[in-house]
């Protein structure tokens, strides 16, 4: 059974710092293209940053430079350091898989930048 858990959301002033992982369990971590996704309310999911099985790494442009995705295959878990929050940060942050065709989500994990 794949299991992809987030954690290590929360609240957080503006300027501050947190880091989300991803624990994957039930894939072949190492080959499947792992990617961080956010909804804020009202809006539609969108990337983050994504990181392929051989490291290639892609960011949305309102996170580079802020925000960096990383993988430690020996563990199956995806991070993602982000810096210098802002409110428009503000969202539920979800965790994804992917290989081909086939793709997970987690259950994600909430994200609130707030002074």
């Known amino acids: 059974q794949v299991q992809l858990v987030e954690s290590g959301g929360g609240l957080v002033q503006p300027g501050g710092s947190l880091r989300l992982s991803c624990a994957a369990s039930g894939i072949t971590f190492s080959i499947y293209a792992m990617g961080w996704y956010r909804q804020a309310p009202g809006k539609s999911r969108e990337l983050v940053a994504t990181?392929?099985?051989?490291?290639?790494?892609d960011y949305a442009d309102s996170v580079k430079g802020r925000f960096t995705i990383s993988r430690d295959n020996a563990k199956n878990t995806v991070y993602l350091q982000m810096n210098s929050l802002k409110p428009e940060d503000t969202a539920v942050y979800y965790c994804?898989?992917?290989?081909?065709?086939?793709?997970?989500w987690g259950q994600g994990t909430q994200v609130t930048v707030s002074s």
């Open positions: 990181i392929s099985s051989g490291g290639s790494i």
């Open positions: 994804n898989a992917r290989i081909g065709s086939w793709e997970r």
